[in-house]
């Protein structure tokens, strides 16, 4: 929020606010039998590829389809990058799949394949774009509006030198843009201004003017060497709604309840509900869309599925950004909305629903995944990409740049289940992790760890109940609910079964396993010293399934020295990370077998001398974290480090119960 903004709720007694609201029509989705050209020939593609036999079909064709680039939900930023080698030999920079954050300036890479979810379009390696998206063609009449077209390059193959969009009117008269400039991060997208066409990159214009009725479009683009990608070439119409509305209901977090036990481990979804009102005595203005009609009427609002619907409010103030006769305020985006139901009256009055991009996941069936070792992030990173949704961001506790975050386990196997959605797929993952997610105003899907969310230590908004300084108090009224059933336990038990037939009786108890481990002191530990003090060092040689250097089996637990029980919570481990050059290790608490996996993942594998276990990478330390001293009601007291150290040297003696 801007500086300006956040001031005027500290510090005016009056707002001037207005709902509004747009709604926005990829013609692409509206307009039926609409056809993909290109001058760009099979032998074009083939000619390219080393070792090609002559005669045999273009596998660019099912790989790569043209016809993607006018498919819906395409993705809204570039960044899934399918694997292809120039015939240059050009290697792409990118990283393993598998890490917690992936960088934002490395190509996510994937391979392609026939039954992929996602595609997108490339030229031949070093040919020119040349492709048409024709709304009238000999099949089709109706002609698209358009005051705006979207154009978006996969920014991690080679982005054009130049462009140029040209624009057919119904007329047949034409526009032409030409950018004599790469397009920044891969989106070319045009504003029609009521006159020409400009380009803003990401920032939409703050009005839309009455949009044009057009035949085709047609993309050329310069290569400067390499492949490019198409992801999409869609003409839109902008429509300005917010002097029909009625009323405006949006519900963030809708699928969220305040009596929820868990704090973290939901992922919610945002609703939008519109009621419209748009009075002409001779027709009705707002419609159902009709897909066999003629022809668009611009002065009538369409309501279709998946419209998108844009809700803001506008906050008057003196230093508000945008200028409106002589009034200024701000805009602030409330997210984008899918329209997934409505009604309309005799009358005209309508009521419409919409769900934020949630929608799209819902209705999109997991594709095939197998992953093996791969953090929680990264499965749910590579489930997003393979569908094409890439407006997500991951907020996890970084230290220096680099992933701190202990809420962030390494799944052993994953795998999809093909009548699940992706967004049942990423409910179960962040309630098993307590992982939370939401589309924030921006249309972009929000994962927060438990970590980040625990450790977040500044307010976003500050609440007075008096005059602080030039801030006005904005507590109006305060109440606290306890929430019972959050302070209760939830106990799990199996009855017993008793039967006096041998054949159906069943155990009335099991017994967990237990471990019993013995080892030496090997540091003085001092009898005044309090727990977050105490040096614990132990020589243990009983066995480890992580390493070939011992530890005990739990991660928590008691040791008995001499008569005091020490109790402990966590285990020293350190691990040379993955990217060192010098092997020099780091060092770790792990309190679980989920950190044992994480940090296994983050360090080098194997051995520094292959000969020698105990210069494995990964390994405990013999250092143990204490919890409490003096626990079970016995008292602290000094101990002096062992002259026995190792296990060989203790004697042991078998118990049999009489």
């Known amino acids: 929020m801007p500086t300006n903004l956040e001031n005027v709720f500290y510090n005016d007694t009056t707002i001037k606010t207005q709902v509004g609201a747009t709604i926005e029509y990829n013609m692409n989705s509206l307009i039926d039998n609409l056809t993909v050209t290109s001058t760009i020939t099979d032998t074009n593609y083939t000619n390219k590829i080393v070792g090609w036999k002559t005669g045999k079909p273009n596998p660019f064709k099912k790989l790569f389809p043209i016809d993607s680039v006018i498919k819906p939900f395409r993705p809204i930023v570039p960044g899934v990058n399918y694997y292809i080698v120039p015939a240059n030999g050009t290697t792409l920079n990118f990283y393993s799949p598998k890490r917690v954050i992936y960088p934002t300036d490395k190509a996510r890479v994937y391979y392609p394949g026939v039954t992929t979810s996602y595609k997108y379009w490339v030229t031949p390696d070093d040919s020119n774009v040349n492709l048409s998206v024709n709304y009238v063609n000999s099949v089709s009449t109706k002609s698209a509006l358009a005051n705006k077209i979207v154009i978006l390059f996969e920014k991690f193959h080679v982005l054009p030198s130049s462009y140029t969009v040209l624009i057919t009117k119904s007329d047949n008269s034409t526009m032409t843009f030409t950018s004599a400039s790469s397009p920044t991060a891969g989106n070319a997208t045009i504003y029609y201004n009521g006159t020409t066409w400009t380009n803003t990159a990401w920032a939409e214009p703050a009005s839309y003017p009455t949009p044009i009725s057009i035949k085709s479009i047609t993309l050329t683009a310069v290569n400067p060497g390499g492949i490019i990608g198409v992801i999409e070439v869609s003409a839109r119409w902008v429509k300005d709604i917010s002097s029909d509305i009625v009323s405006l209901d949006i519900q963030k977090e809708s699928s969220s309840s305040n009596t929820d ?80 139901s409505w009604s309309i009256s005799d009358y005209g009055d309508t009521t419409v629903s919409a769900l934020d991009g949630s929608k799209y996941l819902m209705e999109t069936l997991c594709p095939d995944l197998l992953l093996e070792s791969y953090p929680v992030t990264a499965i749910v990173r590579s489930l997003l990409d393979t569908i094409g949704f890439t407006n997500y961001n991951f907020n996890v506790v970084l230290t220096d740049g680099k992933v701190t975050d202990t809420s962030i386990p390494i799944i052993n196997y994953w795998w999809t289940s093909p009548e699940n959605t992706v967004w049942q797929a990423i409910q179960d993952l962040c309630r098993d992790i307590q992982m939370n997610a939401i589309f924030d105003e921006s249309n972009v899907l929000q994962f927060y760890s438990r970590d980040y969310m625990y450790n977040r230590t500044t307010a976003d908004w500050n609440f007075y109940h008096v005059a602080e300084g030039s801030a006005l108090p904005n507590i109006i ?64 040689t009983s066995p480890d399934s992580y390493s070939p250097i011992q530890t005990l089996f739990n991660f928590n637990g008691y040791l008995l020295i ?71 009601g016995t008292k602290p007291a000094f101990h002096s480090a062992s002259a026995l150290t190792t296990l060989s040297q203790w004697a042991g003696r078998e118990v049999v119960w009489a």
Not at 262 to 276: E, I, K
Not at 582 to 599: C, F, H, L, Q, R
């Open 562 to 632: 001499d008569s005091e029980i020490i109790e402990y919570d966590a285990i020293q481990y350190q691990y040379v990370p993955r990217e060192s050059t010098t092997n020099i290790p780091t060092a770790v608490w792990i309190e679980n077998e989920s950190d044992i996996n994480k940090y296994k993942y983050l360090s080098k594998p194997g051995y520094e001398n292959t000969t020698k276990p105990e210069t494995s990478y990964f390994k405990p330390t013999g250092r143990y974290r204490v919890k409490t001293r003096g626990a079970l």
């Open 477 to 540: 009224d305060f109440s606290k609910e306890e929430i019972a059933s959050a302070n209760q336990v939830k106990v799990l038990w199996s009855t017993p079964i008793t039967s006096n037939y041998s054949g159906s009786s069943g155990k009335l108890w099991n017994s967990p396993p237990t471990y019993l481990a013995a080892g030496g002191l090997k540091s003085t530990i001092a009898a005044e010293s309090v727990a977050a003090d105490t040096v614990l060092v132990l020589d243990i």
């Open 261 to 340: 036990i868990l704090p973290v481990g939901n992922v919610t979804a945002n609703t939008v509900s519109l009621v419209l009102s748009k009075y002409n005595q001779s027709s009705l203005q707002i419609e159902s869309y009709n897909r066999s009609s003629a022809s668009f009427d611009q002065s009538k609002i369409y309501i279709a599925k998946n419209v998108e619907v844009k809700p803001h409010f506008k906050i008057y103030h003196t230093n508000g950004a945008i200028t409106s006769g002589s009034d200024k305020y701000d805009k602030v985006e409330q997210g984008t909305y899918y329209a997934d």
